[in-house]
């Protein structure tokens, strides 16, 4: 079945480490995008990539790296810059350039700082 | 710059209630509007949309319609069920890359 995979569901972090948040998709998609979500606070956007080798920053962007190297993949490293990590976080993809706001998301990932 | 507001939860109602959760936007020019559903433990699903005004957007007996002079996207249903205990997300899209920005999300708990 088509869909997005996100793994691992729940990671647990020491202080000052950086971790990767791994996102798959094989919906043939183009524009791939990656949310954070914390209670109360809807979600905010952190990176978005239309193509591949191409990404742009979101509204939250620091403390925060993607690549794009593959169509199908769209890794988010939470690096230690980042103050307040612990949150849910959400990828989702589209098909490029139809500006449909139809986003198909994955399960998310659940990050907990120790 | 763009933004939604939604009524804030939690909302509590009993089976086959009447429910309405408020949704108001403000945008430059007349931006698609969406309902998003999240379940449990899960990621997020679109549940309706609408792209222009006087639009309804329905789905699994979920409307909202777009009313541009009030700038809402209100969500009823009819009669809920436990199942759609969930939370709810209103959302506009934003520029010609399809981001989406989202309301803060209202939290429904339907009691059998």
């Known amino acids: 079945d088509g869909g997005i995979t996100q793994s691992p569901k729940y990671l647990f972090r020491k202080e000052g480490q950086n971790v990767t948040l791994s996102c798959e998709q094989n919906l043939n998609h183009d524009a791939m995008y990656w949310y954070r979500q914390d209670p109360g606070q809807g979600l905010r956007l952190i990176y978005y990539?239309?193509?591949?080798?191409?990404?742009q920053k979101g509204d939250i962007a620091e403390g925060y790296s993607v690549s794009r190297e593959k169509k199908e993949s769209f890794p988010l490293t939470v690096t230690s810059a980042q103050k307040n990590p612990t949150a849910f976080y959400l990828c989702?993809?589209?098909?490029?350039?139809?500006?449909?706001?139809?986003?198909?998301f994955g399960e998310g990932s659940r990050l907990t700082v120790l | 710059g763009d933004s939604v507001t939604q009524m804030e939860g939690p909302v509590t109602l009993s089976e086959e209630a009447f429910l309405t959760i408020n949704c108001t936007y403000t945008?430059?020019?007349?931006?698609?509007l969406f309902w998003y559903v999240q379940y449990p433990g899960e990621g997020l699903q679109l549940l309706l949309k609408?792209?222009?005004?006087?639009d309804k957007g329905s789905n699994k007996g979920f409307e909202a319609t777009y009313r541009k002079e009030t700038t809402s996207f209100h969500l009823e249903k009819g009669s809920v069920q436990v199942s759609d205990s969930a939370v709810y997300f209103c959302a506009l899209v934003r520029g010609s890359q399809g981001n989406l920005i989202f309301g803060k999300g209202t939290k429904l708990s339907v009691k059998p």
């Open positions: 945008a430059t020019g007349y931006p698609s």
């Open positions: 989702a993809s589209t098909i490029q350039g139809a500006n449909t706001g139809e986003l198909f």
């Open positions: 609408a792209t222009k005004a006087d």
């Open positions: 990539s239309q193509i591949v080798n191409d990404f």
